[in-house]
């Protein structure tokens, strides 16, 4: 694949501009802050996926590569490519992948909606709550359907209903003032693949078969304590506050302190998540 700035739908553009701007830059900078808050799911979601010896695999949204690189590891005679809108985020997984010697993942910057992959390229595309954000889903998951060969596997990990994560309805509370964001299925965002109809809807119309949505639940680790989960958290969501007086804004950060030193516990500070853990098969 092309190292040149990739093509990007019209519908994605928003996306990349996050994504490949501070937003992303953020993730890459705290890689080892969010492969963490994941972490519990990482060993479920990498069963399901079934990667064999020699599997060709696309790993879509793969930020820095922890994915990948697990991908890539259990396919020593094949390949892993993980792939990304964020070019800070792909530049620090190809460092970790030269440091811990995996030479058989590979990353490169794309919109997966668009992109030309060969026909039948891969024998699975797995994605950790990277498959959310595409501004035309039914186009993308067209597209990896046709990216993999007869018979090849899907498996996704996306969050449930924003409600249904305590993390976000603490988050949203606490800084916006607000109950928890609405899930659109037509939307691109964290929570746009959380009704099951809906997947099943959009995949089996994309041209997969068997799909299947298991529900799992894990703790997610948001740091060490509260003071550290606080900046951390901030951090990532403090857009939330830019528009609020001073005296408000310490009001709001007092109550997202509270809220977490409500959490702390012996692995940190942790909130309830749910996620739908999704496979599927192209015919």
Known sequence: MSTMTPRVDPTNRAQAQ???GTEGGYWATHA???DLALARYQPAFHAAAGIGAADRV????????????AAARAAP???ALGVDLS????EVARERAAADGVGNARFAQADVQVHPFADGEFDAVISRTGAMFFGRPDVAFANLDRALRP???LTLLTWQAAASNEWIVAFARDLAGTGPPPSPPHRPGPFSLSDPDHVRALLEGAGFTDVALDGVAEPEVYGRDADDALAFVLGLLGWMLSDLGPAERDRRTAALRATLAAHEGPDGVTLDSA???VTARRM
Not at 58 to 69: A, E, F, Q
């Open 77 to 79: 005679a094949g390949e």
């Open 275 to 277: 996620a739908w853990l």
């Open 87 to 90: 070019s800070r985020m792909i």
């Open 18 to 20: 996050a994504w490949d």
């Open 32 to 34: 080892d802050r969010f």
């Open 58 to 69: 696309l790993d879509v949204g793969c930020g820095t590569g922890l994915t990948t690189r």
């Open 151 to 153: 018979g090849g596997r």
